[in-house]
C-alpha cells in the first residue's frame, strides 16, 4: 500500500517537477543549439522576475500586506553584489566561488534593509507598507544614481556631487559613476546557475510556509487579534516574512547585475515593482507555482511580439487585461472548469480504456 | 476552485510552450549571421515606443531612407542594404539586451545603435563579444566606445559639455549662469560635469546650480525660482526638450526670460505637441545639423525626408542615423564587403577602415574623421530658433 502524500507536500513536488522538466527541456534546446539568441538572453531574466515574483508572493499572498519596493530590495542587491565583484574581480578568479559570495552579500544587504524598514512599519496596522517601501524604493534608486564611488592608492572615495568631487589620483579607478552606474561587472550569472536559485528560491518558501512559521504568518494574515490572543508575536513573524521577501529580492539583483556589464539605477523604479505584484496578482495571490508561470509568460510576451512592431505594447496590455478578467471572472471560470472536467473525465476514460485492453492481452 | 487555478497553469504553460517553439522556429535562417538573400543586415536599435519615441522613430526613418537610396542607386558594390530595426523603449538594461538579441536573430552583420546612452551601455559588451562593428547615430557618453569596435556619428557628452562652455565664453553669451539637469540621466550628468570644469576655466560664473530627476519632471518651480533669484543671465540646460519645454512654459509663467542654452538633446522641442513654439524664440542650442541650412546636402535629404514621411521635418537625430547609414555603406565599399561574410569579419575589416584615413562629408559635419577609440572629431554648430524654426546661428 502506497502511502498517501498530503495534499500540500503534493503541490509542492509538482511545482518541482514542473520546473525541473522546463529546465530539462530548454537544456536540450540550449545544448543542440535549436534556441534563438532572443530566448537565451531571456533565461536569466525570466528566473530573476520568478525569484522577485515568488518571493513577493510571500509578503503579499502569505502575509497579507502590500509591498510596493520590491525593486528597491533589487536595487540594493544588484549593487552591493555588483561592487563587491568589482573590488574583488581581480583578486578572486574563481568565478564560482565569487558569485557565491556575491550573491549572499547582494541577499544579506538587502534582508538587513528589509528588518531595518520593518522593524517601525510591520508593527503598524494598516496599508503603512505600502506607502514606506514605495518611498523606499524610490529613494534607493535615487540616491543609487546620484552616488559615485571610485578607489585609489589612498582609498576608497564616495561623493554624492559629481566625478570631479571625489578628487580621485591617476591611477584611481570609478566604481559607481553616478547616473552612469556600474559598468565591466564580471558575467557570472549562468541560465543554469540562475535556475539552481529559483529552485532553491521555491523550496524554501514551500517549507517556509508549510513550517510552524508559515502556519504562524497565515493565522495572522487571516485573523491577527485571534492570533495575538493565542500569544503569537505579531511583529516577529512579519518581520521574518518580510526580510525573507528582501533577501530573495536582494539574490535576484544580483543575478540581474552579474548578467549584463552595465548596471544603472533608473532600472530600478516603481514601475518594475509594479510590474513584479502584476506577475504575482496574475499567477494569483498565495500560489507560487502561478508566480513563476505569470512571470515567465509576461517576460517572454513583450519579447515574442516583436513581428507586429509598434503594436506589441498595445497587443500585450490587451492580453494582459483579458487574462486578468479570465482569471477573476466567475463565468468564464466555471466555463474553463467546466470543459477541463469533460477533458479530464476523457482521458480518464481512454486511460481505463487503454489499460483494460492491456489486461486483456 | 483549485481546478480552475490548474487550468489557468495549464493552458499559460501551454501558451508558453507554443510561443517558444514559434519563435524558435523564426530563427532558424540566420544563426551565423551571415544573410542568406544576398544583401548586408544592418541593425538599428532604438525607441520606437515610450517617452524617447521620437528620436527613435527619427532615426529608424532616416536609417530607412538612407538604406532606400543607397539601393535605388543599384546598392554598394552591387550588394543591396536591408535595415532591421528594433525597439529597445531606451530601457537601460535586459530590455536593450533583447532587442539586441532579436536583431542578431535577424541576421544582423553591422549595427547602427543604439540611439539612447543608457541602452547603449547595455549593449556595447554584447557587440564586443560577437565582434559586431556599431556605429552609434546619437548615444553620447564617453563610456560608450571605450571597446574597440564602438563608434560614434555625435559629439561625446564631454566634448558637448565643452563646446557650450567654449560657445558661451567666446562669443560672450552671458557671465552668469544657472544650470538645470537631470542628475538620474547618463546624458545630462555626463553634459553638467563637462560644462562645470570647463566653465571654470574660461572664467564663465555658474551662480546656480540645480538638478532634477526622471521622477520629478513636472514641476520646476523650485529650480527656476533659484536660478532666478541668483541673477542668472543665461540658463544652461543640458537636458531632453520634453523637460526643456515645460521648463521654458515655467520661466515665462515665473516672469523670468533670461537666454537659454542647450544641447542637441534640446533638438525636437518644436515638435512637441501643444507647445507654444513663440516660447521658445531665441532659445540656442548646440546640434551639428540645422533642418533649414542652405547647403544642397541637407535640403535635398530634408525634403527628400518630408515627402517620404507625412511633411515631418527630420531633427538632428535622423541626420545622425542618415549619415551613420551612408557611413557604414562608404566603409563596405571601401573595404570591398560581400554579403555572405559574417559580421566579425566585417567588423575586423570595418573598424580598421574607419580609423585609417577614412573621411566623410555629411549632414552633421564637413571632413569627420575618427580615431581609434570611437570618438568623431567634427565642428560643432550653434543653432538657434528663429520664428519657430531652427536656423544656423
Known sequence: MKKKLNPQTRKSFITYGLLLIVFIAVEILLKTGSISSMLQGLLVPICVYSILAVSLNLTVGILGELSLGQAGFMCVGAYASAIFSNLVKDSITQPVLRFTLAIFIGGIVAAIFGILIGIPVLRLRGDYLAIVTLAFGEIIKNVFAALYIGYDSAGLHISLKSQGDLGLKPDGKMIINGALGIGGTPNDSTFEIAFVILFISVIIIYNFIHSRTGRAVMSIRDNRIAAESVGLNITKYKLITFALTAFLAGVAGVLYSHNFYSLQASKFDYNLSILVLVFVVLGGIGNIRGSIIAAAVLTLLPELLRSINNYRMLFYAVILIVMMICTSNETIRTFFIRNFQKLKGLIIKNKSGSETVKEAE | ?393
Open chain 2, 1 to 393: 476552485m483549485k481546478i480552475a487555478k490548474k487550468f489557468m497553469a495549464l493552458s499559460l504553460a501551454a501558451v508558453m510552450a507554443g510561443s517558444c517553439l514559434t519563435a524558435c522556429g523564426d530563427s532558424s535562417s540566420s544563426k551565423d549571421g551571415g544573410s542568406s538573400d544576398g544583401t548586408i543586415v544592418i541593425g538599428g536599435s532604438g525607441p520606437l515606443t515610450g517617452g524617447a519615441a521620437q528620436y527613435g522613430v527619427g532615426v529608424k526613418n532616416a536609417a530607412q531612407l538612407a538604406v532606400d537610396e543607397i539601393n535605388e542607386a543599384g546598392g554598394v558594390n552591387g550588394v543591396k542594404l536591408k535595415l532591421v530595426f528594433e525597439d529597445d523603449e531606451a530601457d537601460p538594461g535586459d530590455k536593450a539586451v533583447n532587442a539586441y538579441n532579436a536583431l542578431k536573430d535577424k541576421g544582423m552583420q553591422v549595427m547602427l545603435g543604439t540611439v539612447t546612452t543608457g541602452s547603449c551601455l547595455a549593449v556595447i559588451d554584447k557587440t564586443k563579444q560577437d565582434n559586431i562593428f556599431q556605429i552609434t547615430p546619437s548615444a553620447s557618453a564617453q563610456d560608450v566606445i571605450k571597446n574597440d569596435n564602438t563608434f560614434q556619428v555625435c559629439f561625446t557628452d564631454p566634448n558637448q559639455g565643452k563646446a557650450s562652455a567654449d560657445y558661451i565664453a567666446e562669443n560672450n553669451v552671458a557671465k552668469k549662469i544657472a544650470i538645470i539637469y537631470d542628475n538620474s540621466d547618463a546624458y545630462s550628468s555626463g553634459i553638467y560635469n563637462t560644462f562645470k570644469s570647463e566653465a571654470a576655466e574660461k572664467g564663465l560664473e555658474i551662480v546656480a546650480e540645480q538638478s532634477f530627476t526622471k521622477d520629478s519632471k513636472t514641476d520646476f518651480s523650485a529650480q527656476i525660482t533659484a536660478a532666478k533669484s541668483a541673477g542668472a543671465e543665461l540658463l544652461f540646460l543640458p537636458i531632453y526638450y520634453q523637460e526643456a519645454s515645460l521648463i521654458l512654459a515655467q520661466c515665462k509663467s515665473a516672469d523670468f526670460s533670461p537666454k537659454f542654452f542647450g544641447c542637441d538633446g534640446l533638438d525636437g522641442i518644436l515638435g512637441v505637441e501643444n507647445f507654444d513654439k513663440s516660447l521658445a524664440e531665441g532659445v540656442m542650442l548646440l546640434t551639428p545639423f540645422a533642418a533649414d541650412a542652405s547647403d544642397d546636402a541637407t535640403q535635398k535629404f530634408v525634403k527628400a525626408y518630408k515627402e517620404k514621411y507625412n511633411n515631418e521635418i527630420p531633427n538632428q537625430f535622423a541626420a545622425d542615423a542618415y549619415d551613420g547609414v551612408k557611413i557604414i555603406a562608404k566603409l563596405i565599399e571601401k573595404e570591398g564587403i560581400k554579403a555572405d561574410m559574417s559580421a566579425s569579419d566585417i567588423c575586423d575589416k570595418l573598424k580598421k577602415a574607419i580609423s585609417d584615413g577614412f573621411s566623410y562629408d555629411g549632414l552633421t559635419g564637413q571632413g569627420m574623421t575618427w580615431s581609434a577609440e570611437g570618438a568623431v572629431s567634427k565642428n560643432p554648430k550653434a543653432v538657434v530658433i528663429k520664428d519657430g524654426n531652427y536656423s544656423a546661428l
